[in-house]
C-alpha cells in the first residue's frame, strides 16, 4: 500500500468502513432472521411483511428467497441432495455479506435439516442469527397449498418432498417459535418485531420517519469508531 | 396467498419493497462500480478510499473483492480457467442482489476478459453497471509490487499471471478511464464521484451528515410509490 503513495501528496484514510460504523450510521443493528418451515407454513408471506413493516421504519433491509436466488446466483444448482446444500451455503455466505453491509436481511427458506441451518448460524457473530420456526399442522399446509405442490407431491410427481416424501427436522432451539396456524400474519411479525427490540437489534423510535434514535446513538457511541 | 388469509381479519400489505423505494428512502440511487485492471495497478486502495468518501456522505456503500468473497461464497473455488469465471459469476449476482437492496456496490477485481465483464454487464439494467479501467503502465505495477507476486510470476512461480503470463483485454469502452500512475488516490475517487454525480446516482448535498438531500426528493418524487 505505501508503495503505492511514495512521493504523493494525498489525504488517503485507508481505514475501512466497519459493520459497527454501518450500524451507528443506520440507527439499528444488522442480523439474519432465518425463517424455516413447511411448504405454504407461511414463509415469504412472513418475510414480505417483516420487511415492508422494517423498511416503514427506515430500516435497511431485505428477503433473500427462492426467487431472487434460485434465478440467478444459484441458476447453476438443481435439486439433487448435495445442489440443496450449496443452495443454502451461497444463500448463508450472502446473507454474511449484506449483514457486513448493514443489512437487517431475511431469509425464507424451508430448510429442513439441522446440518444446513447450522453451518449457516456458525458463519454469524452470537446473536447475529435468529432462527424463526413457523409450526404449522402439515394438515393446515397441505389445505392450503397455494401452488398445488402438495397434490402433485401426494400423486408422486414430485420426489422428496419435505412433509410428504422427506423429513423436516423441527429445530431443537430456535431464537423464535410462530404458530402460524393460529396467529396472523400481522401477529406473526409483531413477535419478530419485539424479539428483534428485546435483543437491542432495532430500537423503539418516537417517529417512524426518524431516522436518527437518540437513544440509539447514545448506546452505540461506546463503541462507534470516531474518524476525523 | 390468499389462501393463508383467508378468514382473518389482519392487515397485509402485500407488497415488495422495490429498488426504487429503496432509493428513495436512501435519497441516492444503487449501482454497481466494478473496478478492473492488473494487480497492483491500485484497485483495493481506490475501492477502499471510495467506500469511505461515500459512507461519509451517508451513502450505503459496500465492497466486494477476494478478501471476502474468497474465503467465504466462493472458498470452493480454485483457480482454473472455469473457477476464474464462476468467481466472477457469482461476485455479479451478489453484486445485483446488493444493488437490488439499495447498496452503492463497488467491485475490485482484476477480471481480466472482456467476455466476464460483459456477462455481468449484462445482468444490469442501463445505467447501473459502470465499468472502472484503471490504467496503469505495467512496469509501474511491477515496480509497486506490493505483495511480491510480479517477482514470483517472473520466477515462474505463479501460473497465469495476468500481465506476465496471462493476457489483459483492456476494456473497450469503460465508462471511466482513471490513469493511477499519474493520479493520487484522492484524484482518482474525485473522477468516480463525479461521474456518479453527473449520471445522477448522487447528488449534491449541502451537508455531508444530511441524510435527506431536498433536491433528491423532488427528483424521485415521480418515480416513488406511495404507501399510506
Chains 1, 2 share one sequence.
Not at 428477503?63 to 436466488?69: E, I, R, S, T
Not at 442469527?129 to 397449498?145: A, G, K, N, P, T
Request: charged share 30%; glycine share 6%.
Amino acid at each position: 500500500m505505501s508503495k503505492i503513495l511514495v512521493g504523493r501528496n494525498i489525504t488517503w484514510h485507508g481505514a475501512k468502513i466497519t459493520k459497527t460504523d454501518r450500524w451507528v450510521k443506520n440507527s439499528h443493528k444488522s442480523a439474519l432472521v432465518w425463517i424455516t418451515g413447511l411448504s405454504a407454513s407461511g414463509k415469504s408471506t412472513i418475510a414480505t411483511e417483516l420487511e415492508y413493516r422494517m423498511f416503514e421504519r427506515s430500516i435497511n433491509t431485505f428477503v433473500l428467497d427462492g426467487d431472487n436466488v434460485r434465478h440467478g446466483l444459484n441458476k447453476d444448482l438443481g435439486f439433487s441432495a448435495e445442489d440443496r446444500n450449496e443452495n443454502l451455503r451461497r444463500v448463508g455466505e450472502v446473507a454474511k455479506l449484506l449483514v457486513e453491509a448493514g443489512i437487517l436481511t431475511i431469509a425464507a427458506f424451508i430448510s429442513p435439516f439441522k446440518s444446513d441451518r447450522s453451518l449457516i448460524r456458525e458463519l454469524f457473530q452470537e446473536g447475529e442469527f435468529l432462527e424463526v420456526y413457523l409450526r404449522c399442522d402439515l394438515s393446515v399446509c397441505e389445505s392450503r397449498d397455494p401452488k398445488g405442490l402438495y397434490k402433485k407431491a401426494r400423486r408422486g410427481e414430485i420426489e422428496d418432498f419435505t412433509g410428504i416424501s422427506a423429513p423436516y427436522e423441527v429445530p431443537d432451539e430456535p431464537e423464535i417459535i410462530i404458530e402460524t396456524d393460529r396467529l396472523s400474519v400481522a401477529e406473526s411479525v409483531d413477535v419478530i418485531l419485539n424479539v428483534l427490540k428485546e435483543k437491542e437489534i432495532i430500537y423503539e423510535s418516537d417517529s417512524r420517519s426518524s431516522l436518527l434514535a437518540p437513544q440509539f446513538s447514545k448506546r452505540m457511541a461506546g463503541i462507534a469508531i470516531t474518524k476525523s
